[in-house]
């Protein structure tokens, strides 16, 4: 099972709205709508944003909302601040063995 | 509130064993399942395993089954994840989360540090 497929990149000025993607196959993001979205800030534990595609947990910003289409999700955060800057993984429930699988990661750079 | 406290981190040899140990509080124990999920050094996520906590089911990455066993003791509350056949590969943090409904991870450990080194 290989990972979802992320930008490594992404950046956008404070104020500013950035997107980012997470492909996946039939087989896990387009079959199932159990795709969530991780923020990592360095040295510390995951922390969740987005379960279920895009239901934001209690606590969670609503400058971070999900989307998907077909095999890709979308993760958009809005109104970029610099506390937003951190690595963010998709995840996604799939029918193969291996239950669950993580994107491949998205560093998000504050200009 | 939820918390999840892991063991502290572990230096092993290649070929060696590893028990990481995930004490939860502030919720009932048998309610929700426990993931592992482990990061390399400067790497991405990567999910391991999954224990139910309720009945013991398992459900393990196919790129380390057959040396990887997760287990549960209900009476404190801990779940365990065992690796077995270490190689330096291994090297990586090791996170619990608490799986609040499907592939939904809404509480995670701190983390232990294992180091496969010769």
């Known amino acids: 099972q290989s990972a979802l497929t992320q930008p490594a990149s992404v950046s956008g000025s404070p104020g500013q709205s950035i997107t980012i993607s997470c492909t996946g196959t039939?087989?896990?993001?387009?079959?199932?709508?159990?795709v969530s979205w991780y923020q990592q800030h360095p040295d510390t534990a995951p922390k969740l944003l987005i379960n279920d595609v895009s239901n934001r947990p209690s606590g969670v910003s609503s400058r971070f909302s999900g989307s998907k289409s077909g095999n890709t999700a979308s993760l958009t955060i809005s109104g970029l601040q610099a506390e937003d800057e951190a690595e963010y993984y998709c995840?996604?429930?799939?029918?193969?063995?291996?239950?669950?699988?993580f994107g491949s990661g998205t560093k998000v750079t504050v200009l | 509130q939820v918390h999840l406290m892991q063991s502290g981190g572990e230096v092993k040899r290649p070929g060696a064993s590893v028990k990481v140990s995930c004490k939860a509080s502030?919720?009932?124990?048998?309610?929700?399942?426990i993931n592992w999920v482990r990061q390399a050094p400067g790497q991405g996520l990567e999910w391991m395993a999954r224990i139910s906590a309720n009945n013991g089911n398992t459900h393990y990455a196919q790129k380390v089954q057959g040396r990887v066993t997760v287990t549960t003791d209900t009476s404190t509350s801990t779940a365990y994840m065992e690796l077995r056949g270490l190689t330096s590969a291994d090297t990586a943090i090791y996170y619990c989360?608490?799986?609040?409904?499907?592939?939904?991870?809404?509480?995670w450990g701190q983390g232990t540090l294992v180091t496969v080194s010769s």
């Open positions: 995840s996604s429930y799939t029918s193969t063995t291996t239950r669950y699988v």
């Open positions: 039939s087989s896990d993001v387009g079959r199932y709508d159990y």
């Open positions: 502030g919720y009932p124990f048998t309610t929700y399942a």
């Open positions: 989360a608490r799986e609040y409904s499907l592939n939904w991870f809404d509480s």
